[in-house]
Structure formats: C-alpha cells, structure tokens
C-alpha cells in the first residue's frame, strides 16, 4: 500500500481532525439550544454513515486480499513469518481481550439510553457463536459480498490471497488489481473522511438534542479506559513478553519505543512511522536488518493491537449505551471479528473507526453508535497507533532475539534517549 497516496499532503489550513473536533463540538451546542428539534440535522449524519458502511465489503476485501499476498516472503522466511504472525495476532487477541474486560468492568457506556431505531439491528440478532463457525465458509462468495457477510468475506480474501501468493507468475496480473483498487478505496476512504466534520455535527447535535449534555461524562470515561488499556498493553504485556520469552530488559524496551511511539502519537499512522521505526529497531533494540525491514513493514500492516483494543472497548462501550446485552458468544464474536480485521485495517489515520463499524455490523450492534466515537476518534487513534507500532517493534525484537539476530551490547547500551 502507498504510504503518500493514503495520507492527505500538509496543506494549509485546519487539519481534518481539528474540523472533526470542531463539528462535534458545534454539534453539542446546536443540539443543547435546539433539543429534540436538533433531529432536523440527523440526515447529514446519516449521509456519512451510508458513506462509511458503503466502504465496509469492498475496502475489506480488497485489502484483505493483498495483504495476504504481500505475505509472500513469509513462505521464503519461513519460520520467521510464522512465528512474527503467532506473535502479533496472539497479542491482538490479549489486547482485545483488556479491551473487553476494562469496559465490562468500568462501563463507560452505561447510562446513556441510547433507542435503537426501529429496524436497526441489535445484539440479539447475532447467530450463536458455533453457527457463525460452521458458516464461516461461504457456499456462495458472491452472495457473501452482496450480503455483506463480514467473516465469510474475510474467510474468502484469506483464501484467494494464499491461492494467488501459491500460483505465483501467472496471479501477477490478478494482483495487481486488487493492489490498485485497494488504493482507490483508500482513497475513497480518505474522500469519505472529509464529510466526516459534518457528520459528526449533524450526529452529535442529534444525539445531544435528544438525550442532553449527560453524553459528555461517558466519553472522557471512554478516552480514559482507552488510554489505561493502551499503557497496560505496552507495560505489562509487551514488557512481561520482552523479559519472559525474550530474557530482555523492559526498560530497554520501553526507551527503545519511545521515539517511533511519539512520532505514531503524533501522526496516527502506524504505515507512516514506519521509517523511525525501522531505524529505533536496530538502533536502539540492535535487531538485525534484515529481520527489521520484513518483520517490521508487515507489522504496521497487520498488526493492530492498539487498533483491537480501542475496538473492544468501543464495541462494549456501544452495546452499554444502546443498553444491548451481549451474550459469551458475542464476545469470542468481537475477539474474532477484530483479530481477523486487525489483517486488513490500514495504518493510516482513522482507519480503525471504519473497521469498528465492520466489529458492531458483525455483532449486530447499531452502527449508528459511530457517531458518539467518531467525534474524538482522533484522540483515541493517538494512543492506538502507537501501541500498535510498540507491539511492531517487541515483536522484532523477540523474532530477532531467537533468530541470534538481535545485537544484546546494542540492545543493553545506555540508551541516547534520556
Ligand atoms: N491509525 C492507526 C494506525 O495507523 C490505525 C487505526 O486507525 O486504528 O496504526
């Protein structure tokens, strides 16, 4: 995937995420003077959300489809691919995991009483887990697509992606389509992202008019269990696997990381810190090259834990405030859902809030929940990403660890970052 072609260029002007900021805002407001009358201004929210949910089924499968193929090296590398891939799924499972117990624990979403529109779907449509596992298999990939079968669709990308890696020179062609429109739907997708001040103004003042400024608790309630998952993930599941299965030391570890998560902090896009990851990796973890420049670039495309995490939360946070009960079916549903998605999200700014909306369509979950989480999406995305580049860089590091691949006096050496 190209990194420029998916982030918007610097130009003058507010940034995207200031606009988004701002429409929330202004939304709050318009929604406190003009009450339940604010319901006026819900179409434009709609608009947004038909926006978005038009992009699920393709942007998935086609992103999907070339990430598995650009797993090709994992059959040259072998062991190496394996065990980076046991690796970042495993943890994104863990962080999903904290994710779902944080927000069960704290619920952040209680108490808002959010209605579910007449028609919309709610939790209790979702098929119990053991059927959703026997259908996993499409009998017909087409319907799939057009019905927009979430996990059958990922099931069928997984399979033509290794189908097209093992063909080899002939899939060439084939791959390269999906490779191109893989790019338009980011483009599409970033297209999407500029209706999304607006949106979120005609959502909030909708969700504000109608249920009072009360929804403001929950959300710094929902930003701060995402913050606490995020240094827990880093502190004690990055750090217990850096010192437990790698005998390293976390501190290291958490210098090493330092710079790329400040740079992930800042830009939110995993795919665009790429660069300083790579570099913080062999020079202040002293993994090798050569593990660095495979383990890491197919990281920052499959590995989201940060990504996962903030879904997990969000997905629960959601059912809470739609007052939805969500069976153990649903949460293996949300553990899975998210986990697969965690393949095909982008590194790139937002692209977790379009995949949220794949997690609650899965689980039968009002996607209309989006507008409450879209308003601060940004400051979730700052933590997310740069738990999902520290999640990068301990996975090179324990790789390049058993690999013989990783240089101890480099990685033990007082670090420059003070
Ligand atoms: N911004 C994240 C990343 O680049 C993806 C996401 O939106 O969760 O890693």
Redesign the pocket.
């Known amino acids: 995937m190209s990194i420029s072609q998916a982030q918007s260029p610097a130009k003058p002007g507010l940034a995207l995420w200031h606009k988004i900021l701002i429409g929330m805002v202004l939304g709050v407001i318009a929604g406190a003077i003009l009450g339940p009358n604010a319901e006026v201004l819900k179409p434009i929210g709609t608009l947004f959300i038909n926006a978005i949910k038009m992009l699920i089924v393709p942007l998935i499968f086609c992103s999907l489809v070339v990430g598995v193929t650009s797993l090709e090296d994992t059959r040259k590398m072998g062991r190496i691919g394996m065990k980076s891939v046991a690796l970042y799924l495993g943890t994104t499972a863990v962080a999903i995991t904290i994710g779902l117990t944080l927000a069960a624990v704290f619920m952040p979403g209680a108490g808002l009483n959010m209605a579910v529109e007449a028609g919309a779907a709610t939790g209790k449509d979702a098929p119990p887990l053991v059927q959703t596992l026997l259908n996993i298999i499409p009998k017909n990939p087409i319907n799939a697509l057009a019905s927009g079968n979430i996990l059958q669709i990922i099931a069928f990308a997984i399979g033509l992606g290794i189908a097209l890696t093992l063909v080899g020179e002939k899939a060439k062609p084939a791959i390269a389509v999906f490779d191109s429109l893989a790019e338009a739907m980011y483009k599409l997708t970033e297209m999407v992202m500029k209706l999304a001040p607006y949106g979120v103004f005609g959502l909030m003042a909708w969700v504000a008019g109608k249920y009072g400024l009360e929804i403001l608790l929950p959300l710094i309630k929902l930003v701060a269990l995402v913050y606490i998952g995020c240094i827990l993930h880093v502190v004690v599941v990055y750090s217990g696997i850096i010192t437990t299965i790698g005998g390293l030391s976390p501190v290291r570890y958490l210098k090493g990381v330092l710079n790329p998560a400040a740079v992930a902090f800042t830009t939110?896009?995993?795919?665009g810190t790429l660069p300083a990851t790579i570099k913080a990796a062999r020079e202040e973890l002293g993994v090798s090259k050569g593990i660095s420049s495979f383990v890491l670039p197919l990281g920052a495309t499959i590995n989201?834990d940060?990504?996962a995490l903030?879904q997990g939360v969000c997905a629960l946070f959601i059912a809470q405030a739609f007052g939805i009960d969500l069976t153990t079916s649903d949460y293996l549903l949300i553990i899975m859902t998210s986990t697969l998605a965690s393949i095909g999200?982008a590194?790139?700014?937002?692209?977790?809030?379009i995949m949220l909306s794949l997690v609650l369509t899965t689980v039968g979950l009002p996607i209309e929940g989006l507008a409450i989480v879209a308003g601060i999406d940004r400051i979730l995305?700052m933590a997310?990403?740069s738990v999902?580049v520290c999640g990068d860089m301990m996975v090179s590091a324990i790789v390049g660890k058993s690999e013989g691949e990783l240089d101890t006096a480099i990685y033990n050496k007082e670090s420059r970052i003070s």
């Open positions: 939110t896009s995993s795919s989201m940060g990504t903030y999200t590194g790139v700014p937002g692209a977790g809030l995305d997310r990403t999902n």
